[in-house]
C-alpha cells in the first residue's frame, strides 16, 4: 500500500513538474523567512525577572541632584558613601531587597588560563556589578538552572554563547581571568564560578556578551581592585524590591530620610519595560514582524493547497471510482496526503539546506563585523522543523475535509465541486497572492531608494566593487609587532599594504577657547593616521593642493567644508593646525569615501603609525585565499586568540551600506518568489477556468468573439482581486515608509510620496504579469478548433 501510494504520488508529481518544483522552493523560503523571524525574536523575550514572583514589587529609584538642572541633573555617579547607607541593615524596612546596577566596565584584552595553561585570550568587558544584582533580576544559570547565585569577591559568571565562543566544549567553571589594565593596580584574579543562559537583548543592563564580577562588598570593593571609589561604579539608580504589605508612599519617605543630608533627590517608578505602553508596543511590533515574517509562507502554501485542490478537480473520477469500489475515507487520505509529505519534506530539506548557506554567510560576514554571536542559529532548525509539522497538520485537515465532503456526496467530487460556481475560497486565496507580492514588490522599490539615499550620504564610490574585495585587518594593541606586519606583508596572495589607523584627534584652541564653545559641534576630528601618501591614492582622494612649500611627509589633509569653517573661526594660524602637535594644513579634499561626516582629515606623520591597523589588497581572484592566510598568519604567531581580526573593508567602514545591502537583497528575493507564487497560482486559476468553459469559448469563438473579448470575460475576476489587493496594501505601504524610512543610514525625504510611487509601481509589475499570463494562456486556448470541443461529450 506504502508503495502504491508513493508510486501514485510521484507520477502525478512528475506530471506537473514546474508547479512542483515552484511548490517546494516557495515553501522551503517561507518556512526559512519565518524561522529566522522566529529565532531573532526569541532574542528579543522579556526579561527575566518577569518570571519572578517579585517581579511586580520592582521599582526603580533614580537619584537627582539638586544642584543641576535639565537633563543632567540625573546623577551620572551614585558615591559609595550613598550606596553604603541604603543597604545598610535597617536604614530601608520597607525593602525586601536592594541592588545596584553595573559598575565599572573595563574595555580589556583579560587572559584566561587553565591552571597554569593559557587557553584563550580576547577583547572582552569586564564588568563590576552588585553581588546580589543578577540573583535579583532573576537571570539563571545554564548549567543548574538556579538563579545565579550571590557573588563572592573575585567571582565572576559568563554567558553561555561567549563561554562556547572562548571555550569550546571545556567547562569554563574554575576558569581564571587575569587583567592587566592599567585602572586595577592590585590586578585581582577573577574565577569563573558559573555559566549565565544568555539574557534577552532587552535584557535591563546586562548583556550576554559580557563578563560579570562582583569586586566583593562594597566596603571592600576599592581595596580588593584597586581602583577608587568613584571609579567603580557609574549608575544614578537603584533597584528595590519592595516587602509585601508595605507601601511605596512608606519607602518614599524612608529613601528621602537618607539622602538628605547629601541634598539629592529621587523618583521612583516602574522599570520602563513594565509600563503599560512600552509592553503594547512590544506585542505591536513582534505582531507586525510575525505577519510580515509569515506572507511569503502564506502565499507559498495557498499556492500549493490551490494546486492540490485543482488537482482534485482533475482527478474527480479517478476518487469516484476508489469510492464506488469501497475504498475507505483512510484509504484515500493516505493516497492524496502522500503527496503533500512529499512537497513538505523535500521543502523541508531545502528549507534546511538555505539555513546552512545563510549560517554560513552569517558566521563568515556578519558575525565577523559584530564580533559575538548575538543569534542561536542552531534554532532556525529546530523553528523549521515545528512550521513543517504545523503545516503538515493544516493540510492534512483540509484534505481529510474535502475527502469527508467527497464521501457525503451523492454524485461524488463532481457533484460537490458543482455546488459553487463562485469559487469564493479560491478568488479569495487568489486575492491574498495578490497582495503579498505587492506587498514585497511595493517594499522592495522603497528599499532600493533607501539604498540609493545611503549610497549618497555615505559617498559609495562608482568602483564600489574593487573595494569590496579588499581587507581591513584589525590587530589588538599588544599584538600588532613588526614581526606581525613582516608576517603580512610576505603573504603569497597579497597585492598591497597600507597601514593606517582611525582615531579621534582634538583640535586644541576649539578645546581652549571660551569664545568658540556652541560654535562648532564637536571638538574633535575623526583621523585617518597614515605614514605616506599611499592611503591617499587609495581611497582616490580629489585633494586640491593648497599653495606652499609645507612638507607633505609630515602634514594634514582637511575635508573642504571643515577648513572653510576652521578659517573662519581663526584656528589655522600661518597654515598650522594644533592637534596635541601642529600640523600643516597642505590641501583640502571633497569627501572620504564610506564616510558621512564632514568632520574629517587624513594625517600623514609617519612617527605616529604605532598600533595601526592594515588595509590588505588582495592580488586579483585571491581575497578568500589571502583571509585565510592572514588568519593561519594570526593562529601561528596568537594561538591564544579567540577573534578573528580580518574583516571585508568596505563593511567594516560603512555598515550602513552593508546592512541596506542585505536587506535590498532579502526583499528582492521574496519578492521574485511571491511574483512567481502568484504567478503560478494565477496560471493555475486560468488553466482550471479554460478547461471548464472550453465549450463557452468555442461556441463564443463560432459567433464573432475575439480573444480579447473573451479575455476580458475571464479577467473580470483578476482586476477585482487585483483591486482589492491594491487597497490592502495602501496602508501597509504607508505604513513601512513611515517606519522604515529613516531606519537605514539614509531617509526618505517624502515618505508618503515613496508609498504612493512604489505602490503604483508594485501594482503596475503585478498588473503586467497577471495580464501576461492570462491573455496568452487565452490565446493558446483560443487557438482550438471550436468544433472539436462542441462535439466532446
Request: glycine share 6%; with cysteine; hydrophobic share 45%.
Amino acid at each position: 500500500m506504502i508503495r502504491h501510494n508513493l508510486l501514485v504520488a510521484l507520477r502525478n508529481l512528475m506530471k506537473y513538474k514546474l508547479q512542483t518544483v515552484v511548490s517546494i522552493l516557495s515553501i522551503a523560503i517561507g518556512i526559512l523567512t519565518l524561522a529566522i523571524v522566529h529565532t531573532v525574536f526569541h532574542e528579543f523575550k522579556r526579561p527575566a525577572v518577569i518570571n519572578e514572583p517579585y517581579y511586580d514589587r520592582l521599582y526603580e529609584v533614580a537619584i537627582i541632584d539638586k544642584e543641576q538642572s535639565g537633563e543632567n541633573n540625573w546623577r551620572n555617579n551614585i558615591s559609595f558613601e550613598i550606596m553604603r547607607e541604603m543597604k545598610a541593615a535597617g536604614a530601608l524596612p520597607s525593602a525586601e531587597k536592594v541592588t545596584f546596577p553595573n559598575g565599572l566596565q573595563t574595555d580589556a584584552m583579560p587572559e584566561f588560563y587553565l591552571g597554569d595553561k593559557l587557553i584563550a585570550k580576547q577583547d572582552i568587558a569586564l564588568v563590576a556589578t552588585d553581588d546580589n544584582y543578577m540573583n535579583v533580576f532573576g537571570v539563571r544559570s545554564a548549567i543548574t538552572g538556579e538563579k545565579i547565585k550571590v557573588l563572592k569577591p573575585g567571582e565572576a559568571v559568563i554567558g553561555r554563547r561567549m563561554a562556547k565562543q572562548l571555550f569550546g566544549d571545556i567547562n569554563p567553571v574554575g576558569i581564571k581571568i587575569k587583567n592587566d589594565d592599567e585602572t586595577w593596580s592590585k590586578k585581582p584574579v577573577l574565577t569563573i564560578c558559573d555559566v549565565f543562559e544568555d539574557v534577552s537583548l532587552i535584557e535591563h543592563l546586562i548583556e550576554s556578551r559580557d563578563i560579570y564580577y562582583s569586586a566583593g562588598p562594597l566596603h571592600v570593593s576599592t581595596q580588593y581592585t584597586g581602583m577608587p571609589e568613584t571609579g567603580i561604579y557609574y549608575c544614578y539608580r537603584m533597584y528595590v524590591v519592595l516587602r509585601e504589605g508595605r507601601t511605596v508612599e512608606q519607602l518614599k519617605k524612608e529613601i528621602e530620610r537618607v539622602l538628605k543630608p547629601h541634598n539629592y533627590s529621587f523618583e521612583v517608578g516602574v522599570p520602563i519595560f513594565w509600563r503599560d505602553d512600552t509592553e503594547s508596543a512590544y506585542i505591536s511590533i513582534k505582531s507586525g514582524v510575525y505577519v510580515v515574517g509569515s506572507l511569503i509562507l502564506l502565499a507559498a502554501v495557498i499556492g500549493f493547497l490551490r494546486m492540490q485542490m485543482q488537482l482534485l478537480w482533475m482527478r474527480r473520477r479517478e476518487i469516484s471510482l476508489r469510492i464506488v469500489n469501497g475504498a475507505r475515507r483512510s484509504q484515500i487520505f493516505l493516497t492524496l496526503s502522500t503527496e503533500v509529505t512529499i512537497v513538505l519534506l523535500l521543502s523541508m530539506l531545502m528549507s534546511i539546506l538555505f539555513g546552512v548557506w545563510l549560517e554560513g554567510f552569517y558566521k563568515s560576514t556578519l558575525l565577523q563585523i559584530i564580533g559575538y554571536n548575538f543569534i542561536d542559529t542552531s534554532s532556525i532548525y529546530i523553528s523549521a522543523l515545528i512550521i513543517v509539522a504545523i503545516l503538515f497538520v493544516i493540510s492534512s485537515l483540509i484534505i481529510w475535509l474535502t475527502i469527508r465532503r467527497i464521501c457525503k456526496s451523492e454524485g461524488g467530487l463532481a457533484a460537490s465541486l458543482r455546488r459553487s460556481r463562485t469559487h469564493f475560497m479560491r478568488n479569495a486565496m487568489l486575492t491574498i497572492q495578490l497582495f503579498v507580492s505587492i506587498f514585497f514588490v511595493c517594499t522592495t522599490i522603497q528599499i532600493y531608494q533607501l539604498t540609493k539615499i545611503t549610497y549618497k550620504q555615505f559617498n559609495v564610490p562608482d568602483n564600489d566593487s574593487f573595494y569590496k574585495q579588499c581587507m581591513l585587518c584589525i590587530p589588538f594593541e599588544e599584538f600588532n609587532s613588526m614581526e606581525f606586519r613582516d608576517g603580512l606583508s610576505k603573504l603569497p596572495s597579497i597585492d598591497k599594504l597600507i597601514p593606517m589607523k582611525s582615531i579621534w584627534l582634538y583640535v586644541d584652541e576649539l578645546n581652549e577657547r571660551e569664545d568658540l564653545k556652541g560654535k562648532v559641534s564637536t571638538t574633535h576630528l575623526q583621523s585617518y593616521v597614515v605614514g605616506d601618501m599611499s592611503f591617499v591614492k587609495f581611497m582616490n582622494l580629489d585633494v586640491k593642493w593648497l599653495p606652499g612649500n609645507a612638507d607633505r611627509n609630515r602634514c594634514v589633509l582637511l575635508a573642504e567644508s571643515t577648513y572653510r569653517l576652521y578659517k573662519e573661526l581663526g584656528i589655522i594660524h600661518n597654515g598650522m593646525l594644533k592637534m596635541g602637535t601642529d600640523y600643516p594644513v597642505v590641501g583640502t579634499f571633497s569627501f572620504l569615501p564610506y564616510n558621512s561626516s564632514d568632520n574629517i582629515a587624513v594625517v600623514i606623520d609617519k612617527e605616529a603609525m604605532q598600533d595601526c591597523d592594515y588595509i590588505m589588497v588582495p592580488k586579483k581572484g585571491k581575497y578568500d585565499e589571502l583571509k585565510a592566510e592572514t588568519n593561519a598568519l594570526v593562529n601561528k604567531i596568537y594561538p591564544a586568540l579567540r577573534k578573528s581580526i580580518v574583516r571585508n573593508m568596505r563593511d567594516t567602514m560603512c555598515i550602513d551600506a552593508f546592512v541596506t545591502d542585505c536587506t535590498d537583497t532579502v526583499t528582492i528575493i521574496l519578492s521574485i518568489v511571491s511574483l512567481i507564487v502568484c504567478a503560478m497560482g494565477i496560471y493555475s486559476s486560468v488553466a482550471l477556468d479554460t478547461r471548464g468553459r472550453r465549450k463557452e469559448m468555442a461556441i463564443r469563438k463560432i459567433n464573432g468573439a475575439k480573444t480579447r473579448n473573451i479575455a476580458l470575460i475571464f479577467g473580470k475576476t483578476y482586476v477585482i482581486a487585483i483591486a482589492l489587493a491594491s487597497v490592502i496594501n495602501i496602508p501597509a505601504a504607508f505604513m513601512f515608509a513611515d517606519i522604515f524610512g529613516g531606519s537605514f543610514g539614509g531617509s526618505l525625504d517624502d515618505p508618503q510620496q515613496s508609498a504612493i510611487v512604489s505602490l503604483l509601481l508594485g501594482i503596475l509589475i503585478v498588473v503586467a504579469v497577471t495580464f501576461v499570463i492570462v491573455f496568452r494562456h487565452i490565446r493558446s486556448a483560443m487557438k482550438v478548433n471550436p468544433a472539436n470541443e462542441i462535439v466532446k461529450e
